[in-house]
């Protein structure tokens, strides 16, 4: 399957980018957090339209809808398919926002994928979730500070090959503080050991990626992790002796 990655600074250049990346190919198309604050100011009409000429999903980012921040999935129907909200909420968000109470999950081309935002790929019991939930691909619109992005790698890595699923990432773009770097992780077995492998999609500009995902090629990877889990996983209680 084909992902597009978006990383634009305008609402014109979205659309433009949006439109090469879906004349590329791209089956699924993801844009970043908050690369516009507000659900208001997201070019919502024109996406649903790229949507529909393309025969895509479109996730146009995350944004701020006066109660919380949400992440909309557009069918190839032009549709509203469902809505993640970031359930995480970080920094002045939480002085301001309600934290969500779900996360989105969706088929494309008999792929499951699942949608989370930002700060809640931090938490691991968020992705075990949808993992569970058979979730093959993670999308991830984001919107991490140029200083974050050698930890929010390892979140990305970390939480790829603790699920054994590929996670795809668009981080906006608002210099100087935010530049970019969108990436995808894919598990990769190498020998008798599973890798995480980092892909960097965009750089420190406006930009487009397509790339290819195949689940397959780590379907029993994931199965394998997944039947461990409902084997051997279980509360330990343990005991602590204060002297």
């Known amino acids: 399957m084909k992902f ?53 999903f479109v996730i146009p980012g995350a944004f701020e809808d006066g109660v919380s921040v ?25 002085e301001r926002l309600m934290p969500g ?5 969706f088929t494309a081309r008999g792929v499951k994928i699942g949608v989370i935002i930002c700060y809640d790929l931090d938490f691991p019991e968020v992705t075990r979730a949808m993992f569970s939930k058979g979730v093959e691909v993670i999308l991830v619109p984001s ?10 790698r390892k979140y990305m890595e970390v939480r790829s ?10 981080n906006a773009i608002d210099p100087p503080e935010f530049t970019g770097g969108s990436a995808a992780v894919v598990p990769v077995r190498k020998g008798e050991f599973v890798e995480p492998v980092y892909q ?3 750089t ?19 199965m394998e992790r997944l039947k461990e889990l409902r084997q051997n996983l279980q509360v330990v209680e343990v005991s602590l002796n204060s002297t």
């Open 4 to 56: 597009g990655v978006v990383q634009p600074i305008t609402p014109r250049r979205a659309l433009e980018l949006s439109s090469r990346a879906l004349s590329e190919g791209a089956e699924v198309l993801l844009l970043p957090e908050k690369w516009v604050q507000n659900l208001e100011e997201a070019p919502l009409s024109e996406m649903r339209k790229l949507a529909r000429d393309f025969s895509a």
């Open 70 to 94: 949400v992440a909309p999935i557009i069918s190839p129907e032009g549709e509203l398919r469902g809505i993640s909200k970031k359930i995480f909420l970080f920094g002045n968000e939480r």
């Open 101 to 105: 109470d779900r996360v989105a999950i």
């Open 143 to 152: 919107r991490v500070k140029a200083r974050g992005m050698p930890m929010w």
């Open 161 to 170: 090959l603790e699920n054994r699923v590929a996670v795809v990432n668009a």
């Open 200 to 202: 960097q999609l965009l």
């Open 204 to 222: 420190e500009e406006e930009g487009y990626a397509v790339l290819e995902v195949d689940p397959l090629s780590y379907l029993k990877e994931r």
